[in-house]
Structures are given as structure tokens and as C-alpha cells.
Nanobody
Framework: VQLQASGGGLVQAGDPLRLSCAAS????????MGWFRQAPGKEREFVAS????????FYGDFVKGRFTFSRDNAKSTVYLQMNSLKPEDSAVYYC?????????????????WGQGTQVTVSS
């Protein structure tokens, strides 16, 4: 199983950014997917989760309507559209796949992890 995250970069506060994560080696439609992030010196933090069948999406409290998580089962890819970025959103963003078909917010619910993509937001 491979999860390939991409789309990170350096942006200014208030800018948008879209992350992608392409999955291979698994039956993508049977997995719930998640995004997490980790800033230096901090624990990995839940960003968003999308259930396998698409009936539930939920976000971390800090998102406050700024991010949108979507998935394209035909392409085995998920996306995280991030708007109104803030400097405190700077982190390495990871996508992950859970064998549970329900949306999950805990890191231990996810079996497969991508390599991460760096997002840096300047003020």
C-alpha cells in the first residue's frame, strides 16, 4: 500500500492551497481516509476524516469551515482544499487510510500513512 501526498508549499496568510493524496495497493472505496498534521515539537493533530462510503466527513475543531475534504474513488485520490490559511496551519500534512469504513479521528485507527507534505504559511 502506498499513499502519496502532494501539493504542499510556501504560501502567504489568507492564501488557499490544495493537497492531494493518491492511494495504491488497496481497495480504496473500502477505506476511510484521514488528514493529520504535525508541527515541529507538537503531537500529530487530526485535521479531517472521510468515511469509506462518503456518508460522513468531519473536521478538527480548529478548521472552522476553512478546509474541505473530498475524495474521488475512481481515481483513488483524496483532496484537502485549505482556504484562509494562517501561520499556525504550518505543519507537515499526512494522509492516512483506515480499514474501518467509518470516519475516524485517532491516529491509531489508521493503518497506512503517506510520507507527508510540508505546508508553510508566512505572515
Amino acid at each position: 500500500v502506498q499513499l502519496q501526498a502532494s501539493g504542499g508549499g510556501l504560501v502567504q496568510a489568507g492564501d488557499p492551497l490544495r493537497l492531494s493524496c493518491a492511494a495504491s495497493g488497496l481497495t480504496f472505496s473500502g477505506y476511510s481516509m484521514g488528514w493529520f498534521r504535525q508541527a515541529p515539537g507538537k503531537e500529530r493533530e487530526f485535521v479531517a476524516s472521510f468515511s469509506a462510503r462518503g456518508e460522513r466527513i468531519f473536521y478538527g475543531d480548529f478548521v472552522k469551515g476553512r478546509f474541505t475534504f473530498s475524495r474521488d474513488n475512481a481515481k483513488s485520490t483524496v483532496y484537502l482544499q485549505m482556504n484562509s490559511l494562517k501561520p499556525e496551519d504550518s505543519a507537515v500534512y499526512y494522509c492516512a487510510a483506515s480499514e474501518s469504513n467509518k470516519a475516524r479521528s485517532r491516529t491509531y485507527d489508521y493503518r497506512y500513512w503517506g510520507q507527508g507534505t510540508q505546508v508553510t504559511v508566512s505572515s
